[in-house]
């Protein structure tokens, strides 16, 4: 851990070339738990493009035992070594350094570089893993070959795994054995990894549309075999999408999937060995959930396609890191919605990307950890693996697709890999490669990754009917200070009848009866005038949510009413929706904040929408859920000035109620009508079934009776598959009318699944009925562990971010479970006890009793030593 008492900032604009780069890298590793020993040769010339004669190498928690320069063993006078370098100053142009170092992988609690999980060797060296396991000049921009031999136990680890082609094996003479390979292609040092474990696989011949057959493999723990036939089949469509949407291929004569259960992250992209999270590999019905299976997909696919971006292509420097992560998202989100193959459900994902963004990102944006997609500085590199470099990021590639159209988008991706295959590159480079492979001047989106903050648009309207124009008037605002972005706003008018007009747009250029166009604003306001409209019609703005903006509009309930029942656009269908609701939710809270929560109403209005969406049948089940969830009660503080986390929770549960007591036969009725008896699968069409019928559920659960509270214990106890079983859970406990029974026996059926112990932990933490007394009770559970990232983010994460009225119960206890479980989380993995530590970043927004309290709780962790992870976070976080 480190623990710098003054943390360093690091700052883009200070970014200088390698004075020394990397041609070939020959690593010996013998694997001993307590005592690794890294035998590192690297060849090494001065950049042609750099100044300085100075060779430095990173290097944390390791043991340096000899260093040898073009073979002369240096002495301690022959450099100099601090907690995080070694310097070899007025070195030759052209060197050979052999360096030979010792870690202990067992005491590795960081889960960052070569550590020991369940007896079994991984790695994970992005960002800087790499330089806990031998010294190297660890950054992006230096790439080289590799070449590994790893030798180990063979009992205790007969599977050797590492990058590349395996070139040769074999056995030694001391019941060890060995395995060396070799990665043809160069790479970071942060994609490096090795694997040394007991293990089983799921291998398959692969034939790729060059007609080259290569070897896929899924790695798992003994036992788990019967879970991984759906990540290979997610690995399979991966590799075909790609090959046909980009044209890209697989360039490795094997691909392989390790799956562990001690992981920082999701998945780590190493090439041709992917190191993943146990959550994303592992799912079998009885298990695994339609998401779990959804997110296997999404990232199975993430990581084979940062293959190409983020691997072969991959970043300058760590300020870069959304030129790989916010391109590979957009890419697996474009995989997952082609997988479900229907209009619709390209909808339902791009609906779910939306839903994130207002969760998780505009909270970021607006908060004390707000930062441009490409940061200008940062204290831990860690602390930028956020939801604005990954989905805003996403967004902004998105945003290219919307504006130059698919194929000018694959235009620009080939022209990219022409241009830069094998580099390490910046964010300007894509950019540019986009603009010029389709004659655009993006000199102006530029802003997208320099400005931090979510950008207002403001839409008025006016009619001429005399004319018969109607004006669209856009203006944008952004941070104070700020410039005009370029922001792609997606258009379409419906008529009195619901249906789209045809749009023909002053000065535009567009295909005749077009009824979807792409306004580009990119003043701070601009007119936008439609031609030969007939009727005042209604307007659709945002469609497909075409950028990460905050659109204001002041729709009147009956606009909002018609797009809710016809727009042809399913996102901004659901918007309407989602406004309708969110205006009476605030309300709602309004009143209780001032008078309590006697007296409180829902309109008829309202309610009858609800009714006609649940029971529309010729809309999908997967949107019609989707449809009818409230806004949460994370989005609904983002509306406030002031946020009364118990006022906003009172009002929700309020027309949560109210929705499962007025509309209880039609939810009834679709609850019945959306079962999928048979055998389970995880294809859309039967997930958006089940999605429908277990929200009927939960609404029903929200004013239970006798005849409902056995619904759910029925579902519970007949359930074919883990969704219906943990659904039929999770409704019972959050109505807080079993914490008993079916918990216990839900635990007893599922001990020995980890991941499933995970959703048990989950659900109870995030019930409105666990109060943190509850949590510390479960803490003491013989499953838990805060040594397991999955573990403490299955409860502790869960009640601080997914429970605001317990979380921020008036006492202030739940803020000192926080301050106490940020400062031991820090003390054995960083990373993990930074996520926590944001939990409170936003502290300033709520009332001012509250605030006191998070404050207190902010500067007892404060005071402490801590890593520069937590410390970066919690210094924003007071600081004014």
Request: charged share 25%.
């Given at each position: 851990?480190?623990?710098?008492?003054?943390?360093?900032?690091?700052?883009?604009?200070d970014?200088?070339?390698?004075?020394?780069?990397?041609?070939?890298?020959?690593?010996?590793?013998?694997?001993?738990p307590?005592?690794?020993?890294?035998?590192?040769?690297?060849?090494l010339?001065?950049?042609?493009?750099?100044?300085?004669?100075?060779?430095?190498?990173?290097?944390?928690?390791?043991?340096?035992?000899?260093?040898?320069?073009?073979?002369?063993l240096?002495?301690?006078?022959?450099?100099e070594?601090?907690?995080?370098?070694?310097?070899?100053?007025?070195a030759?142009?052209?060197?050979v350094?052999?360096?030979?170092?010792?870690?202990?992988?067992?005491?590795?609690t960081?889960?960052?570089?070569?550590?020991v999980?369940?007896?079994?060797?991984?790695t994970?060296?992005?960002?800087?893993?790499?330089?806990?396991?031998?010294?190297?000049?660890?950054r992006?921009d230096?790439?080289?070959?590799?070449?590994?031999?790893?030798?180990a136990?063979k009992?205790?680890y007969?599977?050797?795994?590492?990058n590349?082609?395996?070139?040769?094996?074999g056995?030694?003479?001391d019941?060890?054995?060995?395995a060396?390979?070799?990665?043809?292609?160069?790479?970071?040092?942060?994609?490096?990894?090795?694997?040394?474990?007991?293990?089983?696989?799921?291998?398959?011949?692969?034939?790729?549309?060059?007609?080259?057959?290569?070897?896929?493999?899924?790695?798992?723990?003994?036992?788990?075999?019967?879970?991984?036939?759906?990540?290979?089949?997610s690995?399979?469509?991966?590799?075909?999408?790609?090959?046909?949407?980009?044209?890209?291929?697989?360039d490795?004569?094997?691909?392989?999937?390790?799956?562990?259960?001690?992981?920082n992250?999701?998945?780590?992209?190493?090439?041709?060995?992917?190191?993943?999270?146990?959550?994303?590999?592992?799912?079998?019905?009885?298990?695994?959930?339609?998401?779990?299976?959804?997110?296997?997909?999404?990232?199975?696919?993430?990581?084979?396609?940062?293959?190409?971006?983020?691997?072969?292509?991959?970043?300058?420097?760590?300020?870069?890191?959304?030129?790989?992560?916010?391109l590979?998202?957009?890419?697996?989100?474009?995989?997952?919605?082609?997988m479900?193959?229907?209009?619709?459900?390209?909808?339902v994902t791009?609906?779910?990307?939306?839903?994130t963004?207002?969760?998780?990102?505009?909270?970021?944006?607006a908060g004390?950890?707000?930062?441009?997609v490409?940061?200008?500085?940062?204290?831990?590199?860690?602390?930028?693996?956020?939801?604005?470099?990954?989905?805003?990021g996403?967004?902004?590639?998105?945003?290219?697709?919307?504006?130059?159209?698919?194929?000018?988008?694959?235009?620009g991706?080939d022209l990219?890999?022409?241009?830069?295959?094998?580099?390490?590159?910046?964010?300007d480079?894509?950019?540019?490669?986009m603009?010029?492979?389709?004659g655009?001047?993006?000199?102006?989106?530029?802003?997208?990754y320099?400005?931090?903050?979510?950008?207002?648009?403001?839409?008025?309207?006016?009619?001429?009917?005399v004319?018969?124009?109607?004006?669209?008037?856009?203006?944008?605002?952004?941070?104070?200070?700020?410039?005009?972005?370029?922001?792609?706003?997606?258009?379409?008018?419906?008529?009195?009848?619901?249906?789209?007009?045809?749009?023909t747009?002053?000065?535009?250029?567009?295909?005749?009866?077009?009824?979807?166009?792409?306004l580009?604003?990119t003043?701070?306001?601009?007119?936008?005038?439609?031609?030969?409209?007939?009727?005042?019609?209604?307007?659709?703005?945002?469609?497909?949510?075409?950028?990460?903006?905050?659109?204001?509009?002041?729709?009147?309930?009956?606009?909002?009413?018609?797009?809710?029942?016809?727009?042809?656009?399913?996102?901004?269908?659901?918007?309407?929706?989602?406004?309708?609701?969110?205006?009476?939710?605030?309300?709602?809270?309004?009143?209780?904040?001032?008078?309590?929560?006697?007296?409180?109403?829902?309109?008829?209005?309202?309610?009858?929408?609800?009714?006609?969406?649940?029971?529309d049948e010729?809309l999908?089940p997967?949107f019609?859920?989707?449809?009818?969830?409230?806004?949460?009660?994370?989005i609904?503080a983002?509306?406030?000035?002031?946020?009364?986390?118990?006022?906003?929770?009172?009002?929700r549960?309020?027309?949560?109620?109210?929705?499962?007591t007025?509309?209880k036969a039609?939810?009834?009725?679709?609850?019945?009508?959306?079962?999928?008896?048979?055998?389970?699968?995880?294809?859309?069409?039967?997930?958006g079934?089940?999605?429908?019928?277990?929200?009927?559920?939960?609404?029903?659960?929200?004013a239970?009776?006798?005849?409902?509270?056995?619904?759910?214990?029925?579902?519970?106890?007949?359930?074919?598959?883990?969704?219906?079983r943990?659904?039929?859970?999770?409704?019972?406990?959050?109505s807080?009318?079993?914490?008993?029974?079916?918990?216990?026996?839900f635990?007893?059926?599922?001990?020995?699944?980890a991941?499933?112990?995970?959703?048990?932990?989950?659900?109870?933490?995030?019930?409105?009925?666990?109060?943190?007394?509850?949590?510390?009770?479960?803490?003491?559970?013989?499953?838990?562990?805060?040594?397991?990232?999955?573990?403490?983010?299955?409860?502790?994460?869960?009640?601080?971010?997914?429970?605001?009225?317990?979380?921020?119960?008036?006492?202030g206890?739940?803020?000192?479970?926080w301050?106490?479980?940020?400062?031991?989380?820090?003390?054995?993995?960083?990373?993990?006890?930074?996520?926590?530590?944001?939990?409170?970043?936003?502290?300033?927004?709520?009332?001012?009793?509250?605030?006191?309290?998070?404050?207190?709780?902010?500067?007892?962790?404060?005071?402490?030593?801590?890593?520069?992870?937590?410390?970066?976070?919690?210094?924003k976080?007071?600081a004014?």
């Amino acid at each position: 851990m480190r623990t710098d008492s003054s943390p360093t900032t690091i700052y883009r604009k200070d970014y200088t070339p390698p004075a020394y780069l990397v041609d070939t890298v020959e690593l010996g590793f013998d694997l001993a738990p307590a005592s690794t020993v890294v035998a590192n040769r690297i060849t090494l010339r001065r950049n042609p493009d750099a100044a300085g004669s100075d060779i430095v190498l990173h290097g944390e928690e390791i043991e340096l035992v000899q260093l040898r320069l073009n073979g002369q063993l240096l002495g301690e006078g022959d450099y100099e070594l601090s907690a995080a370098t070694l310097t070899i100053r007025n070195a030759p142009a052209e060197v050979v350094l052999e360096i030979e170092t010792v870690c202990a992988p067992v005491e590795n609690t960081s889960l960052s570089g070569l550590y020991v999980s369940n007896g079994n060797f991984f790695t994970q060296c992005e960002a800087e893993g790499f330089r806990r396991i031998t010294f190297f000049p660890d950054r992006p921009d230096v790439m080289a070959k590799y070449t590994v031999m790893l030798r180990a136990n063979k009992e205790q680890y007969p599977v050797l795994l590492s990058n590349g082609n395996l070139i040769e094996q074999g056995d030694l003479d001391d019941g060890r054995h060995y395995a060396k390979w070799e990665d043809p292609f160069k790479k970071p040092s942060y994609l490096f990894a090795l694997v040394a474990a007991k293990l089983v696989c799921q291998e398959e011949q692969f034939k790729l549309a060059d007609g080259r057959d290569v070897l896929l493999q899924v790695w798992v723990e003994d036992g788990n075999l019967d879970k991984t036939d759906y990540a290979m089949q997610s690995l399979k469509n991966s590799i075909r999408w790609d090959e046909e949407r980009f044209g890209l291929e697989l360039d490795l004569d094997r691909f392989m999937i390790v799956a562990v259960g001690d992981f920082n992250m999701g998945a780590m992209e190493n090439k041709g060995l992917n190191i993943f999270n146990t959550k994303f590999v592992l799912a079998n019905p009885r298990t695994a959930t339609d998401i779990d299976f959804a997110g296997i997909e999404a990232v199975v696919g993430h990581e084979y396609f940062h293959n190409w971006t983020g691997n072969r292509v991959t970043c300058r420097d760590w300020f870069q890191l959304s030129l790989k992560e916010g391109l590979t998202v957009f890419r697996d989100q474009e995989f997952s919605a082609d997988m479900i193959g229907t209009d619709t459900g390209r909808a339902v994902t791009r609906i779910d990307q939306v839903r994130t963004l207002r969760q998780a990102q505009f909270p970021e944006d607006a908060g004390p950890m707000s930062h441009p997609v490409r940061p200008d500085s940062f204290v831990e590199i860690n602390n930028f693996y956020t939801v604005t470099v990954y989905e805003k990021g996403a967004e902004v590639v998105r945003m290219y697709q919307t504006l130059l159209g698919r194929d000018g988008f694959r235009k620009g991706m080939d022209l990219y890999f022409d241009r830069h295959d094998g580099q390490a590159v910046a964010c300007d480079d894509f950019r540019a490669a986009m603009a010029d492979a389709n004659g655009r001047d993006l000199t102006q989106f530029e802003r997208w990754y320099s400005q931090a903050g979510t950008p207002v648009v403001t839409a008025r309207t006016r009619y001429d009917a005399v004319k018969r124009n109607f004006d669209i008037i856009l203006s944008q605002r952004g941070k104070p200070g700020q410039l005009p972005f370029h922001i792609p706003v997606a258009v379409g008018l419906l008529g009195a009848d619901g249906k789209d007009l045809p749009l023909t747009l002053e000065h535009g250029k567009h295909a005749k009866g077009a009824t979807t166009l792409v306004l580009e604003l990119t003043e701070q306001e601009q007119i936008f005038r439609f031609r030969e409209v007939d009727e005042r019609p209604t307007p659709s703005i945002l469609r497909d949510f075409s950028a990460p903006v905050i659109l204001e509009h002041d729709y009147t309930d009956d606009e909002l009413l018609h797009l809710f029942n016809h727009d042809s656009d399913p996102v901004n269908r659901w918007e309407a929706g989602q406004r309708l609701a969110m205006e009476r939710l605030l309300k709602l809270t309004a009143q209780v904040a001032a008078h309590g929560a006697a007296n409180l109403k829902l309109d008829q209005t309202f309610i009858n929408a609800m009714r006609t969406v649940l029971s529309d049948e010729s809309l999908d089940p997967a949107f019609r859920e989707l449809a009818l969830i409230l806004p949460s009660e994370t989005i609904i503080a983002e509306q406030m000035d002031v946020v009364d986390p118990q006022a906003i929770h009172t009002a929700r549960q309020f027309m949560r109620h109210t929705i499962g007591t007025v509309l209880k036969a039609e939810l009834l009725a679709q609850y019945h009508a959306n079962q999928t008896p048979g055998e389970y699968s995880p294809d859309a069409a039967s997930a958006g079934k089940r999605a429908l019928k277990n929200l009927c559920l939960s609404y029903l659960l929200a004013a239970p009776e006798a005849a409902e509270l056995q619904l759910a214990q029925q579902q519970f106890d007949n359930a074919t598959n883990m969704t219906d079983r943990s659904a039929a859970l999770v409704s019972l406990i959050h109505s807080g009318t079993d914490n008993g029974p079916h918990l216990q026996a839900f635990y007893d059926d599922f001990a020995n699944e980890a991941l499933v112990v995970d959703k048990w932990f989950a659900m109870q933490a995030s019930a409105p009925t666990t109060n943190v007394a509850a949590v510390r009770k479960l803490m003491q559970h013989p499953a838990f562990t805060l040594k397991n990232p999955n573990r403490a983010r299955s409860l502790i994460f869960n009640f601080t971010n997914a429970n605001p009225s317990q979380f921020h119960a008036a006492d202030g206890s739940a803020y000192e479970f926080w301050a106490e479980f940020v400062i031991k989380l820090d003390a054995i993995n960083p990373q993990v006890a930074a996520r926590l530590a944001r939990a409170m970043d936003r502290w300033r927004r709520y009332a001012p009793a509250l605030q006191a309290k998070m404050k207190q709780a902010l500067e007892k962790v404060a005071a402490r030593q801590l890593s520069n992870d937590v410390a970066e976070v919690i210094t924003k976080a007071l600081a004014n």
